[in-house]
């Protein structure tokens, strides 16, 4: 986990680096350091040992915060955080309080320069879950991989701002995890964001 956040932070540096040295012709409508704040409409699915053999696909609202810069004219560097929350209550593992958090460095690329790019990321995931077992309320938290890869656009609402629509796909792998039920062993959650962003170039 160490080596992981170390990438993150080694992104972050770069794209305040790159960012710095105002490259000339950058991508869309981003110029020097910039940032990403929005949320969108989410569709996730966990599975784990007990889960079933048709863990059901949860809707729930998510939302994010990316910090960049410009790494040349085709390509942006970042950082993401981007969570998501909701309740489970089944059968399984009874009810449980869920929160996930992928932390990931980021690469944009925009073929020839359109403001239309590709995204991809890799960094940490992180689950959270609080449920209650005989009477007492507990927490389990635990970290692993996360990878990400989605399309955006930039449309332009001035010479500061853009919208920045995306579409993404997360997918993090956190381990054995405890649930009201009991030990969850080999939990991984799919997440699909549709989204839209304010950007403050």
């Not at 942006?76 to 955080?81: F, M, N, Q, V």
């Not at 689950?127 to 989605?150: H, P, S, W």
């Amino acid at each position: 986990m160490r080596t992981i956040r170390w990438s993150v932070t080694a992104a972050l540096l770069a794209a305040a680096t790159a960012s710095a040295q105002e490259v000339p012709s950058a991508p869309g409508n981003r110029h020097g350091f910039w940032t990403t704040v929005g949320g969108g409409y989410v569709v996730a699915r966990g599975t784990c040992d007990i889960c079933g053999e048709d863990p059901p696909y949860r809707k729930r609202t998510g939302l994010y915060v990316e910090i960049g810069g410009v790494v040349s004219k085709h390509v942006l560097a970042s950082g993401e955080i981007f969570t998501q929350t909701g309740t489970l209550n089944q059968a399984e593992v009874g009810q449980n309080h869920v929160r996930v958090t992928y932390v990931t460095s980021q690469l944009h690329w925009y073929p020839r320069s359109a403001p239309a790019y590709m995204r991809f990321g890799f960094g940490f995931s992180r689950g959270q879950n609080t449920f209650v077992r005989d009477g007492v309320e507990q927490k389990e938290v635990t970290t692993g991989v996360g990878i990400m890869f989605g399309l955006g656009a930039d449309v332009p609402l001035g010479r500061k701002f853009s919208l920045s629509p995306i579409a993404s796909w997360y997918m993090g792998a956190v381990g054995d995890f405890q649930t009201a039920a009991g030990l969850a062993r080999s939990v991984s959650s799919n997440t699909w964001i549709v989204g839209v962003g304010l950007t403050l170039n």
